[in-house]
């Protein structure tokens, strides 16, 4: 019997005997009897075993390493003034494989920076086990809400000739012989030769391509990997990540901000609801009243302010900052984080953003000056989400390009999304990985990915 | 209101006045009426607008382009001798955005061969909007499948120093400048400059890292981009598809043909449930029977056959085949479509292959000659599935990476995976455009992808 059901179902299993599999997370012996904490990996909590020394293979199973498989048949009990709800007291025990001594998880708190260095190991030690399992759960949650909504799910491509919003660095993508490339008249590498006939990239967004879907479905998301060759050795950078994109039609800014809202309330609730146990590991371990915090973030209502609104308040603030607050320069982190922390106490939009800093693809307000931007500012992270309302007329998009000097022939399919009956839309981003963090507490992006990969990190697992 | 609510709700609106959106799918205009079909793409149907001739802008929306966008207010009515249930007698349309005139979707049939050049409007179509739904729907049942079985869902890397299983063609990531490329002492590209320190590819499978997680949590699957360079310009070979793989721990083959029995009816029969429209489309248009075999699918128990008995079968049958059936050879899909159609009727899955032309992590059996793989084969297209036990024996493991040539130092945590209480494992991968040309009938990759990247495809949408 997996652990799950044991765990669900063991009132129904008093004093009979049962079997149970398991990997041996905790072993300690003493005179005459001994006891295994085995745990197969579907339910967070160990499964206890009592063990009296006159079973045959007594002293063998004791000399197995941390880690190694069982099999335990044996009666399961009710046992008084313990901390645990059951216990299995074994009957048999049969070994499915050992561990070796050089296994090196032991049973002791590990540092992360330690567990860093062996990403095929180190879910099997709780913190981690609990952080993959809250990103599973919150991958669930993401696919659950969209399609409840009857958004379609669209796979937009990976490898693009595009480069996105101009954003950031990229990752070339080749089969060209680098020890050996073709060259044209001029002596440059002849990208015609490569693959795809052309120079390609891995994608850093997949918003552009889903604003063709959301022009034939109207509720649309992405959810996949983008990449960054960003050469940033920060906790906050890594170079593949997960995005979610949702993009709606129809719609104003406002019906953009309000999707994001309920959207980020129900992936928490869905996350505190599924997975107790875990949440109460990181709310004990790693960032003391976690759980209130996103509680109370599931029920509240988020705020609004304008960006111009939001530079007064840090202006008449009387704080100190660290990077001046000046209008038309960017939010950084600690403006942010104040304006949600101590301003408005919980999670706050700021919207209509100064053009200059943002996408060539935002959507024009009427002072010519600002766009229909919006982000979404929660207390201890800063921003966690960013969006906008698009420009759908052709000749204003046209117009924002050629300010930003973004390259119009490469873009003539997307200018043409709003020729060919394209009408209002809006939609935001999510750094998946920004999200686990928030939800976890964990503090470096490293440790939510499952094989991270970040500046000079390569390595066979 | 959305079309889709519209759809599911319109007897409450009988004779009342209501409010849609959508595009203009169809337009007709007659001396005192016209008609107009819409959809906002929310539901696979469009709405009927019956249009006085006396309503004010009428000659504007009759000179409307195709797939212009309209607000149209009216009251709902049923119509008799009618084929739709419900059509709207407008009394007001407000024009949100007109199509040009060079919009290239007329009113007509399109070949797949045309629209292929327009990915970011073939969505448009009913045929690949019909698609593409079907694809999200699929997606959807995969992760629904999964979660409610308590499987993790784990983000597997997409660049990656290994090559797993050695499986053809990779594409090179690199941050170099292609045209001033840092050399080593030998005149060789050094790699050690590239952004991860090392040499990195795109991922052709996330199966060897998803056993990482297998012996953490039991139960995990993968669902993400894989690649292949393959130099194929074939209607089945894309270089960039979507793989899942989900991976299984404390089991046996027959656990593993289970588990893609049941999630293969799964996901059939929840596309068959949630989109009867869209499926009726591709049963009259793309595949006759369609429907019928895939109910035949959901309602049948599939069939087992050893490698060895299906050779044997092949060679009794007497039929005349374009590739020599024998032992020691791969199955061809002619061979593959032989077994399901002729001699099971049904799906089947063929086990126990020659080691030779099978991967080295499968699980070798006692003959020393085969090893324990399976593919599920079924009628129409052959090999839909394909999976294994795993080695979980470390010595047997490296014996066989020996005898495949393949790099043991490279694979050195793969191999530990064994050594640290590894237990019986095993999993499959499905390809998930396979599956979604399997479910519509559509017989090219490239139209079931949204975005298709082929060998020299690369275009900015």
Same mark, same amino acid.
């Given at each position: 019997?997996?652990?799950?059901?044991?765990?669900?179902?063991?009132?129904?299993?008093? @004093?009979? !005997?049962?079997?149970?599999?398991?990997?041996?997370?905790?072993?300690?012996?003493?005179?005459?009897?001994?006891?295994? *904490?085995?745990?197969?990996?579907?339910?967070?909590?160990?499964?206890?075993?009592?063990?009296? /020394?006159?079973? !045959? @293979?007594?002293?063998?199973?004791?000399?197995?390493?941390?880690?190694?498989?069982?099999?335990?048949? %044996?009666?399961?009990?009710?046992?008084?003034?313990?901390?645990?709800?059951?216990?299995?007291?074994?009957?048999?025990?049969?070994?499915?494989?050992?561990?070796?001594?050089?296994?090196?998880?032991?049973?002791?708190?590990?540092?992360? *920076?330690?567990?860093?260095?062996?990403?095929?190991?180190?879910?099997?030690?709780?913190?981690?086990?609990?952080?993959?399992?809250?990103?599973?759960?919150?991958?669930?949650?993401?696919?659950?809400?969209?399609?409840?909504? %009857?958004?379609?799910?669209?796979?937009?491509?990976?490898?693009?000739?595009?480069?996105?919003?101009?954003?950031?660095?990229?990752?070339?993508?080749?089969?060209?012989?680098?020890?050996?490339?073709?060259?044209?008249?001029?002596?440059?590498?002849?990208?015609?030769?490569?693959?795809?006939?052309?120079?390609?990239?891995?994608?850093?967004?997949?918003?552009?391509?889903?604003?063709?879907? $959301?022009?034939?479905? /109207?509720?649309?998301?992405?959810? %996949?990997?983008?990449?960054?060759?960003? @050469?940033?050795?920060?906790?906050?950078?890594?170079?593949?990540?997960?995005?979610?994109?949702?993009?709606?039609?129809?719609?104003?800014?406002?019906?953009?901000?309000?999707?994001?809202?309920?959207?980020?309330?129900?992936?928490?609730?869905? $996350?505190? =609801?599924?997975?107790?146990?875990?949440?109460?590991?990181? =709310?004990?371990?790693?960032?003391?009243?976690?759980?209130?915090?996103?509680?109370?973030?599931?029920?509240? !209502?988020?705020? &609004? $302010?304008?960006?111009?609104?939001?530079?007064?308040?840090? *202006?008449?603030?009387?704080?100190?900052? !660290?990077?001046?607050?000046?209008?038309?320069?960017?939010?950084?982190?600690? &403006? *942010?984080?104040?304006?949600? +922390? +101590? $301003?408005?106490?919980?999670?706050?939009?700021?919207?209509?953003?100064?053009?200059?800093?943002?996408?060539?693809?935002?959507?024009? @307000?009427?002072?010519?000056?600002?766009?229909?931007?919006?982000?979404?500012?929660?207390?201890?992270?800063? +921003?966690?989400?960013?969006? /906008?309302?698009?420009? =759908?007329?052709? =000749?204003?998009?046209?117009?924002?390009?050629?300010?930003?000097?973004?390259?119009?022939?490469?873009?003539?399919?997307?200018?043409?999304?709003?020729?060919?009956?394209?009408?209002?839309?809006?939609?935001?981003?999510?750094?998946?990985?920004?999200?686990?963090?928030?939800?976890?507490?964990?503090?470096?992006?490293?440790?939510?990915?499952?094989?991270?990969?970040?500046?000079?990190?390569?390595?066979?697992?």
């Amino acid at each position: 019997m997996e652990n799950k059901e044991l765990f669900s179902s063991y009132k129904d299993y008093v @004093n009979k !005997e049962i079997s149970v599999k398991g990997w041996i997370k905790k072993s300690r012996e003493s005179k005459n009897v001994g006891f295994l *904490e085995i745990n197969d990996g579907t339910f967070f909590e160990n499964v206890q075993i009592i063990v009296n /020394s006159n079973l !045959e @293979n007594f002293k063998e199973i004791f000399s197995l390493g941390l880690y190694a498989a069982v099999e335990v048949t %044996g009666v399961l009990v009710e046992p008084e003034n313990a901390k645990q709800d059951f216990e299995i007291q074994a009957n048999k025990i049969s070994i499915i494989n050992n561990s070796t001594k050089d296994y090196p998880l032991q049973n002791k708190r590990h540092t992360f *920076e330690y567990l860093r260095t062996l990403p095929h190991l180190r879910m099997r030690t709780n913190a981690f086990n609990a952080v993959f399992r809250v990103r599973s759960e919150l991958a669930y949650a993401i696919h659950k809400f969209f399609n409840e909504r %009857g958004f379609l799910y669209v796979h937009t491509p990976i490898i693009t000739a595009s480069d996105a919003e101009g954003a950031g660095e990229m990752f070339r993508v080749t089969t060209l012989d680098l020890n050996n490339l073709p060259k044209d008249d001029q002596g440059k590498v002849d990208n015609s030769k490569d693959f795809f006939g052309a120079e390609s990239n891995l994608t850093v967004s997949g918003q552009l391509e889903a604003e063709g879907f $959301v022009m034939a479905y /109207s509720k649309v998301y992405t959810f %996949g990997p983008t990449f960054r060759a960003e @050469n940033s050795n920060t906790p906050r950078h890594a170079a593949e990540f997960w995005m979610m994109e949702p993009e709606i039609a129809y719609c104003e800014l406002k019906d953009v901000m309000n999707l994001a809202e309920d959207m980020v309330k129900y992936i928490v609730k869905h $996350v505190l =609801d599924k997975l107790p146990e875990e949440m109460k590991l990181f =709310d004990s371990f790693v960032e003391k009243g976690l759980i209130d915090r996103l509680t109370k973030l599931v029920n509240s !209502e988020f705020k &609004h $302010v304008t960006y111009t609104e939001a530079i007064d308040l840090l *202006e008449k603030s009387g704080k100190k900052f !660290e990077y001046p607050v000046e209008w038309g320069s960017d939010l950084q982190t600690e &403006h *942010e984080r104040y304006l949600s +922390e +101590e $301003v408005f106490n919980g999670p706050v939009f700021v919207t209509d953003y100064p053009k200059d800093f943002k996408s060539f693809y935002m959507k024009l @307000n009427d002072d010519g000056k600002t766009v229909q931007a919006m982000d979404m500012l929660v207390p201890g992270v800063g +921003e966690l989400i960013g969006g /906008s309302q698009r420009e =759908d007329n052709a =000749d204003k998009l046209l117009q924002m390009m050629e300010e930003k000097g973004i390259k119009k022939e490469d873009y003539e399919w997307y200018t043409n999304l709003r020729r060919f009956g394209g009408v209002p839309h809006g939609g935001f981003g999510l750094g998946f990985e920004r999200m686990v963090m928030y939800v976890t507490g964990m503090k470096n992006i490293r440790d939510v990915i499952p094989y991270p990969r970040t500046v000079n990190s390569m390595k066979h697992s």
